[in-house]
Nanobody
Framework: QVQLVESGGGLVQPVGALRLACAAS????????VGWYRQAPGKQRELVAH???????NYADSVKGRFTISRDNAKNTVYLQMNSLKPEDTAVYYC??????????WGQGTQVTVSS
C-alpha cells in the first residue's frame, strides 16, 4: 500500500555531510511513523531516527546532535540530514514506514560510505 524510495547516499570524507531522502507514494494517509535504519556489514540493522505523523522525533544516541530527521508533507518525503559524518556511520541506510494497520513498508536502501 505504501512504496518508499531512498536517495542521497554516496561517498563522503569524515566530518562531511549528506542528506538522505525517502519519498513515499501510495496510501500515505495510513503511515504512523517513518524511521531511518542502517545496517553495516556483520552487524544488525539499527534504528537511527524516526518521525511520527504528529511530527515527534527520536534519535539513536550515536547520532544525536549530528543527524536531523524532518519531513516535507507537500512532497511526501522524509529527510535525514547527516552532518559531521564519521567512519562508523558507514552502512546501508533504509527508510521504513509503519502503517496504522501494523504493517511495514521498506525502501531499497542507499549506501553511505564515510572514508578518508
Amino acid at each position: 500500500q505504501v512504496q518508499l524510495v531512498e536517495s542521497g547516499g554516496g561517498l563522503v570524507q569524515p566530518v562531511g555531510a549528506l542528506r538522505l531522502a525517502c519519498a513515499a507514494s501510495g496510501s500515505i494517509f495510513s503511515i504512523h511513523f517513518v524511521g531511518w535504519y542502517r545496517q553495516a556489514p556483520g552487524k544488525q540493522r539499527e534504528l537511527v531516527a524516526h518521525i511520527t505523523s504528529g511530527g515527534s522525533t527520536n534519535y539513536a544516541d550515536s547520532v544525536k546532535g549530528r543527524f536531523t530527521i524532518s519531513r516535507d508533507n507537500a512532497k511526501n518525503t522524509v529527510y535525514l540530514q547527516m552532518n559531521s559524518l564519521k567512519p562508523e556511520d558507514t552502512a546501508v541506510y533504509y527508510c521504513n514506514a509503519e502503517l496504522r494497520a501494523g504493517q511495514n513498508s521498506w525502501g531499497q536502501g542507499t549506501q553511505v560510505t564515510v572514508s578518508s
